[in-house]
């Protein structure tokens, strides 16, 4: 069986994992990282998005053997010292979210697309946001809360996205 290294939200570890076995399993049910969600069976809705080296990427459709010395963060590993991450922090006060299923997943994927885009327009986020679904939003709330935390992570730059 493989054995991988890797560090989760700061913290490194050492297992064996069947090579079949997908990332977002390995996080939820070896490391108990039970706040990336799965949402689908199709690699379609975006829920389990994590970041791998700082790049978003959809751990459902991801072998955990691909994370082997590499460095993974979940939404459990955002913030510090008990402050929120800036885009948590705009997701709660622009109410971007109601039953809150997608959250995580979205979270990852706006963090990423701001590394890439630190200051969007509303179509660039809706178009950078397309492979994470929400059933209950409509979006708007998600694209508010994107630019809030754009325009407070263009004043932070410094601010580090892992722990
Ligand atoms: S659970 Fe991964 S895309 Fe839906
Ligand atoms: S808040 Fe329910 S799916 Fe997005």
């Known amino acids: 069986m493989p054995r991988i290294r890797v560090e989760v939200d700061g913290v490194p570890y050492d297992d064996d994992v069947e090579p079949r076995l997908l990332l977002v399993h390995y996080l939820r049910d070896r490391l108990g990282k039970v706040g990336t969600p799965v949402g689908c069976d199709t690699t379609n809705c975006g829920a389990c998005t994590v970041l791998m080296e700082g790049l978003s990427v959809k751990s459902c459709s991801v072998p955990a053997v691909q994370a082997d010395e590499r460095q993974v963060t979940t939404v459990e590993g955002l913030g510090m010292n008990g402050t929120p991450h800036p885009m948590q922090q705009a997701f709660h006060e622009a109410h971007a979210l109601q039953c809150g299923y997608c959250t995580p997943g979205m979270i990852m994927a706006a963090i990423d697309l701001l590394r890439e885009n630190p200051d969007p327009s509303d179509e660039e986020i809706r178009e950078g946001l397309e492979g994470n679904l929400c059933r209950c939003t409509g979006y708007q709330n ?22």
């Open 142 to 163: 998600i694209v508010r809360a994107v630019r809030a935390a754009a325009d407070e992570m263009r004043r932070q730059p410094e601010r580090e996205v892992a722990p």
